[in-house]
């Protein structure tokens, strides 16, 4: 079949199946590019676009505009333009359509979301920790090293003791692309691994266990993070994260060197981390505004 007689429908119903016969792509993927493109084939219907030739640039440029119109984030018609971006490389491949439509379209860019740090006296409340029982010395060790450290949740599961060189005060993580990076760990969060670590049987490797000794799941982990904020008193449910961005955020108002942050937080590349300058320039602001005579609002 030429592409001068190739309907949507047809192509769409032939990728469908095609990539579900292959059974590379997982159930979720599959279903996320069947919600594509049935979007896009309600969009032909109302503009009564039958034929794959008639789609050209400018009516997936339409459709992208369409979407955006109904209310659709930029992150969604992002998704979705990637979704018929693989559609379109594979009616290509199979020598069904000669170019591709999708070549030169850009999707809406995303508005980055600034991580929400903590304020360094809600650091400080939620790190005080008074219970001295076994799952507390655990908790106000695992508490520590987030901020001590700003280690990501899945580094920090996977530690065992073997990482720690506590003479250097040092710790030794695997981080994204199984890269391995060496962060200082500061004087408090080594005295609380410290008294964890006593708690342990002397064979054990693993560093944060449950009361089985077997390690701690990545929710796990979450819902003692979650539970200390909620005891400690703080006005919201705290997730790991946010002590990775306190760490970051509060490092960075301190020193203003952002090389040494994003080396710290084993980033890439350099404009991962300078999303933290904003919440660097919001402190300075929210300072200002406080205490220049000619800034404060008005009651």
């Not at 796990?220 to 539970?227: H, L, N, P, S, T």
């Not at 909620?230 to 060197?257: E, W, Y």
Request: aromatic share 6%; hydrophobic share 40%.
């Amino acid at each position: 079949m030429s592409e001068t007689d190739l309907s949507i429908s047809h192509a769409m119903s032939g990728f469908l199946s095609r990539i579900a016969r292959e059974g590379a792509l997982s159930e979720a993927t599959q279903q996320a590019y069947r919600r594509d493109l049935e979007a896009l084939s309600a969009w032909c219907d109302k503009q009564a676009i039958v034929l794959i030739a008639s789609l050209d640039t400018s009516a997936l440029r339409a459709f992208a505009a369409a979407e955006h119109r109904r209310g659709l984030s930029a992150r969604s018609i992002q998704r979705r333009l990637s979704g018929l971006r693989r559609f379109f490389k594979a009616l290509r491949q199979q020598g069904l359509i000669k170019g591709d439509p999708t070549e030169g379209i850009k999707a809406p860019k995303v508005r980055r979301k600034l991580p929400e740090a903590l304020d360094i006296d809600q650091v400080m409340s939620l790190l005080n920790i008074p219970d001295t029982s076994l799952l507390g010395l655990r908790d106000k060790a695992m508490l520590e090293l987030f901020y001590a450290s700003g280690l990501r949740v899945s580094e920090l599961k996977g530690l065992t003791w073997g990482d720690f060189d506590f003479e250097e005060g040092l710790v030794r993580v695997m981080g994204k692309g199984k890269k391995e990076r060496l962060i200082p760990v500061g004087r408090y969060a080594l005295e609380a691994l410290s008294h964890w670590r006593t708690q342990l049987p002397p064979a054990t490797q693993d560093v944060f266990t449950n009361p089985h000794g077997r390690p701690l799941t990545v929710r796990a982990i979450q819902k003692r993070v979650a539970y200390w904020s909620q005891k400690q008193g703080l006005d919201q449910r705290v997730h790991p994260h946010q002590l990775r961005h306190s760490f970051a955020s509060h490092i960075l108002q301190s020193s203003g060197d952002l090389r040494a942050v994003q080396e710290l937080l084993g980033h890439a590349n350099l404009s991962t981390t300078q999303i933290y300058t904003h919440l660097d320039y919001q402190h300075l602001a929210k300072v200002y505004d406080e205490t220049h005579p000619r800034a404060k609002k008005s009651p």
